[in-house]
C-alpha cells in the first residue's frame, strides 16, 4: 500500500520568510496530493492540493510542485506570518488517502 | 454553507465504558470518513461510506469499534468497550464524489472529537 513521509518534522523560520515541506510516497499510481492545516483543537483545512496531471499549482502565498518521476511533492508558503503558525500534513492517493506524520512549523515575529 | 459537524467535542471516560461519536457531513456530500489521530501523527482511516455503505472498513478494529450512516447523511462511530489506547482525536470528513477517473475526491474535515480514556 501507499506509505507518505514527510520532512522536516518541525520547521522555524522568521515571520517574512519562505517555508519548503517535502514528502516523498511509493506508490506509483497515487494520483492525488493534498496539503491540509491543522491549528491546535481543531480539525485539518485543506490550503491546497494537485492531481497528477498537473506540476504545480499556486494559490497566493501557497504553491505546491509535483516530480511525478521522484515521487514527491513539496509546499512552498511565502512571505510567512504568524497565523501560518500550525501543523500541516501532506497526503497521497490511489483510492484511499494516506497521511504524512506532519510538521510543525513554527514563524517567529 | 456549514461544514462538518461533530459531538461531543470532548470526552473522557473509564476503561471498559462505551462511547459515541456524531458527525454531521457538508449538505450534499455522500462519502463519510472517520479517522483516528493519534498524538502527533496524520489521520488514520477507520470506514468509509458511500451513502449508506461501507465500502472500505479494513482498518476498523471490529472487535470493539461499530458505524452506522442509516439514512445517509449523519453517522455515528462507537466504541465498547473502550481500552486505554484508544485514547485519540477522531475525525469525521466528508466528500461530493465527482465521479469519473479522480477516485478520491476532495475532503473536508470536522473538529473532531478528543476522546480521554483513563
Known amino acids: 500500500g501507499e506509505n507518505v513521509e514527510q520532512h522536516p518534522s518541525t520547521l522555524s523560520v522568521q515571520e517574512g520568510d519562505s517555508a519548503v515541506i517535502k514528502c516523498t510516497y511509493s506508490?506509483?499510481?497515487?494520483?492525488?496530493f493534498p496539503w491540509y492545516k491543522q491549528e491546535l483543537g481543531k480539525g485539518p483545512q485543506l490550503i491546497i492540493d494537485?492531481?497528477?496531471?498537473?506540476g504545480e499549482k499556486k494559490d497566493q502565498r501557497i504553491a505546491v510542485t509535483l516530480n511525478k518521476t521522484a515521487k514527491h511533492f513539496s509546499l512552498h508558503i511565502t512571505e510567512t506570518q504568524p497565523e501560518d503558525s500550525a501543523v500541516y500534513f501532506c497526503?497521497?492517493?490511489?483510492?484511499?488517502?494516506?497521511f504524512g506524520t506532519g510538521t510543525l512549523l513554527a514563524v517567529q515575529p | 454553507e456549514a461544514g462538518v459537524v461533530q459531538s461531543p467535542r470532548y470526552k473522557i471516560i473509564e476503561k471498559k465504558q462505551p462511547v459515541a461519536f456524531w458527525c454531521n457531513p457538508i449538505?450534499?456530500?455522500?462519502?463519510l470518513y472517520w479517522y483516528r489521530q493519534n498524538l502527533g501523527q496524520g489521520p488514520e482511516l477507520l470506514i468509509r461510506?458511500?451513502?449508506?455503505?461501507?465500502?472500505?472498513d479494513s482498518q476498523l478494529p471490529k472487535d470493539r469499534f461499530s458505524a452506522e450512516r442509516l439514512k445517509g447523511v449523519d453517522s455515528t462511530l462507537k466504541i465498547q468497550p473502550a481500552e486505554l489506547g484508544d485514547s485519540a482525536v477522531y475525525l469525521c470528513a466528508s466528500s461530493l464524489d465527482q465521479g469519473g477517473t479522480m477516485v478520491v475526491d476532495t475532503q473536508y474535515f470536522g473538529p473532531g472529537t478528543r476522546l480521554t480514556v483513563l
Open positions: 497526503g497521497g492517493a490511489t483510492n484511499k488517502l494516506i
Open positions: 461510506y458511500e451513502n449508506e455503505e461501507a465500502v472500505d
Open positions: 494537485i492531481r497528477s496531471n498537473v
Open positions: 506508490d506509483s499510481a497515487s494520483n492525488y
Open positions: 449538505s450534499g456530500h455522500n462519502t
